[in-house]
């Protein structure tokens, strides 16, 4: 038990959130791993430290990256950072579904590296019962055909980050109708720069979705599967967003 001295020590859940979110946007690793750690400590829910704390904080070095404030190293640091938090969160993630009710390609699209949210994507895909193929990022439009050809999963799921990459989401689909097996597949097209307009009248996917719950709720219903995606599911985490930073050495 903690003495009266050591407890008043302690920071608060307001302090952690605002610590993790500050630390996380500098980049400092060993203050959010230590945040991380307090907040586990004190009981917090791992998923709500992603949501209300890490993923915000990402958000926030987008911004100052486009202001000019912040450059590719910073946005780096904070990538690493928000690493270091998501390892010591898997473990207390929930186990993901055992039997499969679909099976998803995912990829980041040609010329993009951006996978977090992908990952995310996957882990919530995942955590609904789904079989995911990720492909990973940079992903050649012959790559995603060659994919679900071999794989022929039923659903393929493109993401893009950057205006530049996100035509590569309709060069795919008309790549998949060349080769014949656009009818075989329904394409979901998501990421930040992406609209509902933009992915389905525009590049002819079959669906957008604005996030990963959403994404998971959707590819249920498009293999005829009723029920929510599940909420515990983004623990099934970790495993993705750790490959989500994966080429960042920590
Ligand atoms: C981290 C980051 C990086 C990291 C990426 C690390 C990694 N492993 O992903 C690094 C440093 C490598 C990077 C590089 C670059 N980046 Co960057 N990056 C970001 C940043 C800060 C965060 C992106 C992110 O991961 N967000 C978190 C996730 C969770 O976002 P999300 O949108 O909520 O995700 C959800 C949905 O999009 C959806 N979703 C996502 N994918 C899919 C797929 C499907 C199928 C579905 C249905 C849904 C779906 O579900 C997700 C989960 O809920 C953004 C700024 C921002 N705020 O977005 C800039 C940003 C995306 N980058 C930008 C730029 C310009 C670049 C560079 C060109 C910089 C440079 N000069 O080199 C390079 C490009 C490299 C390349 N070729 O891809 C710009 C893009 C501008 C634009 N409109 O094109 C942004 C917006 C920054 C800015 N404000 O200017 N970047």
Redesign the pocket.
């Known amino acids: 038990m903690l003495d009266a001295a050591a407890s008043a020590s302690l920071p608060t859940a307001e302090e952690i959130y605002q610590g993790l979110f500050d630390n996380t946007v500098l980049g400092k690793v060993p203050d959010v791993k230590a945040l991380t750690q307090a907040g586990l400590a004190q009981g917090m829910d791992p998923v709500k430290l992603l949501y209300d704390a890490l993923?915000p904080a990402?958000?926030e070095?987008?911004?100052r990256?486009?202001t000019g404030e912040f450059f590719?190293p910073e946005?780096?640091m904070?990538?690493r950072a928000m690493q270091g938090a998501l390892n010591l969160l898997r473990p207390l993630l929930a186990a993901k579904g055992e039997k499969s009710i679909g099976k998803v390609v995912?990829g980041t699209v040609k010329?993009?590296?951006?996978?977090?949210?992908?990952n995310?994507?996957n882990i919530m895909l995942e955590g609904a019962g789904f079989e995911v193929i990720d492909l990973g990022?940079?992903t050649a439009p012959e790559k995603f055909v060659d994919a679900v050809r071999t794989h022929q999963p039923h659903i393929l799921?493109?993401?893009a980050?950057?205006?530049?990459?996100m035509p590569m989401i309709k060069v795919t689909v008309e790549a998949l109708k060349k080769a014949e097996l656009r009818d075989t597949v329904k394409v979901?097209?998501?990421?930040?720069?992406?609209t509902d307009d933009y992915a389905v009248r525009l590049s002819g996917a079959d669906?957008?979705?604005?996030?990963?719950?959403?994404?998971a709720r959707?590819a249920k219903e498009l293999v005829g599967v009723a029920g929510e995606a599940p909420g515990g599911a983004l623990a099934v985490a970790v495993k993705a967003v750790e490959q989500?930073?994966?080429?960042?050495e920590e």
């Open positions: 993923l990402l958000q070095v987008g911004r990256f486009e590719v946005m780096l904070s990538a995912m010329g993009d590296v951006h996978d977090i949210g992908k995310l994507c990022v940079n799921g493109m993401s980050f950057l205006t530049t990459t979901l097209a998501g990421g930040a720069p992406v669906a957008y979705c604005p996030d990963a719950s959403a994404t959707k989500m930073m994966g080429n960042v």
